[in-house]
């Protein structure tokens, strides 16, 4: 088993940045993908990124490229996404996860709690 509890969430300006955090407890967190997304109310989540095990190996959404960071601290049983340049359009609660194997679908066996996120115009 692996519990997450995602923080750093908040109120942003159009333009800001922010970094949210992904604290894992249980078993290794090395040995497991993780994975950010989101979602809005009533509608699905959507993929933001994801990283493999080791940390080398990313991807993200299209909608995030060139904007997000995602990144762990293996000794810190952390993951971190780096969220700059941020829109209204990125307003939504961010999820943590973690799973066996690195995708972009919402597979994952574990996740957070979310922690939202608002960017203002």
């Known amino acids: 088993q692996v519990q997450l509890v995602e923080s750093g969430g908040g109120l942003v300006q159009a333009g800001g940045s922010l970094r949210l955090s992904c604290a894992a407890s249980?078993?290794?967190?090395?040995?497991?993908?993780a994975a950010w997304f989101r979602q809005t109310p009533g509608k699905e989540r959507d993929f933001v990124a994801n990283?493999?095990?080791?940390?080398?190996?990313?991807d993200y959404g299209d909608a995030v490229k060139g904007r997000f960071t995602i990144s762990r601290d293996s000794a810190k049983n952390t993951v971190y996404l780096q969220m700059n340049s941020l829109k209204p359009e990125d307003t939504a609660v961010y999820y943590c996860a973690a799973g066996a194997t690195r995708t972009w679908r919402a597979l994952y066996a574990y996740w957070g709690q979310g922690t939202q996120v608002t960017v203002s115009s």
């Open positions: 990283i493999n095990g080791g940390g080398w190996s990313t």
């Open positions: 249980g078993r290794t967190f090395s040995d497991y993908a």
